[in-house]
């Protein structure tokens, strides 16, 4: 694949990752949406801590110019050679038009050899496990995940686990999932929640609430991966527009 330049509307920030050629340095995924409606999965976008941490946020366009990676041989992965923050967010309206017309199921994704979808869920039940209630700093607590996206669950915990119960809405066939929720945003939830609360209970209890009042006042929706290494699914990112929201088109140029 040669160099290409894309415009992509940023979906959802991975957790940073330590660098393995800056020691001091750390890379970011993204999984971004194109203006013809494809998902891509972007890496490396580099970032330091106590430098403005991330130069770009969710529903930001990034001009970013990709190859094909050498070691990823999912079809929507791309190596990023750099970046730019063209500075003009896709207002919400602008995403869900895009967004809304990739809804699936995992059943139909694991047909087509996806490794990447976007699910309306219906929850049947949240599993919370609190496996500390130590206050780590943003780095250490990326850094808790990033070994247990590496070693896997069996010899990594993070702080606190969350997997949802679900079934896919636009599926018949489907039998059901348990799929953990790994999603940077909410990850920074859950290291406040913890801050004011140190009794498990009262932490799962937090976070029981905060899902609860999100499904009242927001459409909830999974932003879906596979794992690198074991190709399972992950709940990488929720994108949550406003309920009963009018949808415009809107896209001009993009």
């Known amino acids: 694949m040669r160099r290409e330049k894309e415009e992509i509307a940023v979906l959802v920030r991975a957790t940073p990752e330590k660098s393995k050629k800056d020691g001091d340095g750390h890379a970011v995924g993204v999984i971004g949406i194109n203006k013809h409606g494809e998902l891509l999965r972007l890496y490396p976008l580099g970032f330091r801590y106590g ?13 970013v110019t990709v190859t094909k990676p050498e070691h990823d041989v999912r079809w929507e992965s791309r190596k990023v050679l750099s970046h730019i923050n063209l500075e003009k967010p896709l207002k919400e309206r602008e995403i869900k038009e895009l967004v809304l017309p990739l809804v699936t199921s995992i059943e139909k994704l694991n047909l087509e050899g996806a490794s990447l979808g976007v699910v309306k869920p219906e929850i049947l039940d949240l599993e919370i496990k609190v496996n500390s209630t130590e206050v780590y700093d943003r780095q250490q607590y990326f850094n808790l995940i990033g070994d247990f996206l590496e070693k896997g669950e069996k010899s990594a915990r993070v702080p606190v686990e969350i997997k949802f119960f679900f079934m896919c809405k636009v599926e018949e066939a489907c039998r059901g999932h348990k799929i953990i929720l790994l999603d940077w945003e909410f990850n920074e939830t859950v290291r406040n929640i913890i801050r004011e609360e140190q009794e498990p209970a009262a932490i799962e209890r937090k976070i029981e609430e905060y899902f609860s009042n999100l499904m009242k006042e927001k459409e909830l929706y999974f932003i879906m991966g596979t794992h690198f290494t074991y190709g399972t699914w992950m709940i990488t990112g929720l994108f949550c527009p406003e309920k009963n929201g ?9």
Request: no cysteine; proline share 0%; glycine share 10%.
């Open 51 to 63: 430098e403005g941490l991330v130069d770009f946020r969710k529903n930001d366009l990034l001009e």
């Open 246 to 254: 009018k949808l415009q088109s809107s896209l001009s140029g993009f």
